[in-house]
């Protein structure tokens, strides 16, 4: 895919027996002109000393399993008990081609019941790993086989769908690359960036196991206050309802902080691509210095004549995938970073470092005041699949909130919380357009759409300008509405719910239905099936 916190010590304390379970990875991409065929390997214990495998076989095993992975070096030597997709955090890179029929199978060696769902992969609803709705639980010393066709080209993620707050922060997830059958762009680099958030207080696996992040017992009896947080800077304040994100203190890019993030290699002349896939909880703004760029894809989906840019952050919700692209044309080591104040902010950091001067052109500045890359208005405008004044054959409202119920602090969508929410009905065929409204004070929610891609309209009420947008995440900041449509052309149960997991636990999830759907499996009382 990663823990509700919200009031004074109570807060504080579960956040730390709960956090060291973040996902990151440890390797920093790789050289496309060097890639070589899968090979298997045994199962280390260490995540954080393994180069991530790349597959590009179309049959082949993952294996989950534990860990424990090494973050920092040097002072600090963080080492943080993990779960793994095939010893490493992240786990294994899939590349495939497009049209590849894959065989994929997922083999638990966990103490607990898991899952791998595909996101932003257009799979049949049977494939989607959501434990409960589309498939039981792969028990601990069982095996699951995913069959799917490899059908749209772009930068996906894989990860746990089972209890997936909580599996997800343990580091069960990897990157899923479907490259284009022909394309004519060709990258002489290519390296996935995946980011993360983790605590670097140590707790064990099965203390972590134990964990319920679905809701938080608030007794304002107590003289609790709540606490107010803005997610992409993860700042709280007293007397607003709203969820904490200041214990997470470690961020990383593939698995690694601050100096023991591996440096991405490239030459003068170079075309670069650099894939990246926010896996943890938080947004992360993004700047890549020295250089102008473009952001070629959105979600996997591309960005239509997309223009160069420098020195504007690119934000990046939890879910969000980036491809960004430049041509290496300087000497030295110039700095991928991120911007905030938080703690951790400081150890998102890559070097891009060419090969032929290794000495240091630039210098950090995180705290560096830049104008923040607005996705809605960017690119070429050109006729797309659906507008705003069309007919639509199915409209939904979904208003977001935080709210208290029953002493405990929710996520909601027009009030009520999973599994009490109500669903999106629709027959196949039909064209279904969604509004989010944000009416949470202080909480991002990047909203997720299972087995579609989705066409953003307009945001705040405003047509998009630009290139035509289509994503399967899109983040709703306090305050923002946005207008959104799809086509129905997936039939099954697909999930539609907030990706920072912590609010999908707490409550905020629904479903698209297709009425005339059956599904194919019986659930078993006995798999223990979480679906957030």
């Known amino acids: ?87 490493s955090v992240p786990g294994s890179e899939i590349r495939v081609q497009e049209g590849e029929e894959l065989t994929i199978h997922l083999k638990n060696e966990l103490p607990e019941p898991v899952t791998i769902h595909w996101h932003g992969v257009p799979v049949p609803n ?32 894989y990860h746990s769908h089972q209890d997936g707050v909580n599996q997800v922060d343990k580091g069960l997830y990897g990157s899923f690359i479907v490259e284009p059958k022909n394309s004519e762009e060709v990258y002489d680099k290519d390296y996935v960036l995946m980011l993360d958030e983790w605590m670097s207080e140590e707790t064990s696996s099965s203390d972590m196991s134990s964990m319920d992040h679905s809701g938080m017992n608030m007794e ?103 491809d960004v692209v430049f041509e290496a044309g300087s000497e030295g080591q110039w700095y991928i970073e991120c911007h905030g104040d938080m703690e951790g902010t400081k150890g998102m950091k890559a070097l891009i470092q060419y090969n032929d001067d290794s000495e240091m052109k630039d210098q950090e500045n995180d705290e560096e005041e830049l104008s923040v890359f607005d996705l809605t208005k960017y690119g070429e405008s050109k006729d797309a699949e659906f507008t705003l004044d069309q007919s639509y054959d199915v409209e939904y409202t979904m208003n977001l909130n ?26 196949e065929g039909d064209l279904v357009k969604v509004k989010f409204v944000n009416n949470s004070k202080t909480d991002d929610h990047p909203m997720h759409l299972h087995g579609h ?18 994503k399967d995440t899109l983040n709703v900041k306090p305050g923002e509405e946005y207008v959104v449509a799809f086509k129905a052309d997936n039939p099954g149960n697909w999930m539609f719910h907030c990706h920072d997991l912590h609010h999908a636990a707490a409550g905020m999830v629904s479903h698209v239905n297709y009425e005339d759907y059956k599904s194919d499996f019986t659930p078993d009382p006995h798999a223990h099936n979480k679906p957030e």
Request: net charge negative.
């Open 126 to 157: 049977n494939i989607d790993g959501i434990p409960g709705v589309t498939m039981n639980a792969v028990q601990p010393g069982e095996t699951f086989t995913y069959n799917f066709t490899a059908e749209e080209p772009g930068t996906y993620w």
């Open 453 to 470: 891609f989705f066409q953003v309209l307009s945001k705040n009420g405003e047509p998009i300008q630009g290139s035509p947008l289509i």
């Open 1 to 87: 895919m990663k823990k509700l916190g919200y009031i004074g010590i109570l807060i504080g304390l579960l956040f730390v027996l709960t956090a060291c379970t973040n996902n990151v990875s440890n390797h920093e991409g790789h050289d496309m002109s060097e890639m070589k065929e899968s090979e298997e390997k045994s199962s280390p214990t260490e995540a954080g000393s393994q180069s991530r495998k790349v597959i590009t076989d179309n049959e082949f095993t993952i294996t989950a399993q534990e860990g424990t992975l090494q973050i920092n070096e040097n002072n600090e030597n963080v080492t943080l008990p993990v779960w793994t997709f095939d010893g």
């Open 402 to 427: 935080t709210e208290m119920k029953q002493k405990e602090m929710v996520f909601t969508i027009n009030g009520k919380a999973y599994p009490e929410t109500e669903g999106v009905k629709v027959k």
């Open 220 to 322: 304002s009896s107590e003289g609790h206050e709540g606490m107010s947080m803005d997610q992409e800077e993860g700042h709280s304040e007293p007397g607003e309802m709203g969820h904490d994100m200041r214990m997470y203190d470690l961020f990383t890019i593939n698995g690694k902080s601050g100096s023991s993030v591996e440096p991405l290699l490239v030459e003068n002349g170079d075309k670069v691509r650099l894939r990246f896939i926010n896996a943890g909880f938080m947004s992360h703004k993004i700047h890549v210095h020295g250089h102008d760029i473009k952001v070629i894809s959105s979600d996997g989906q591309e960005i239509v004549n997309p223009a160069l840019f420098k020195d504007q952050l690119i934000s990046i919700a939890p879910g969000e995938r980036y």
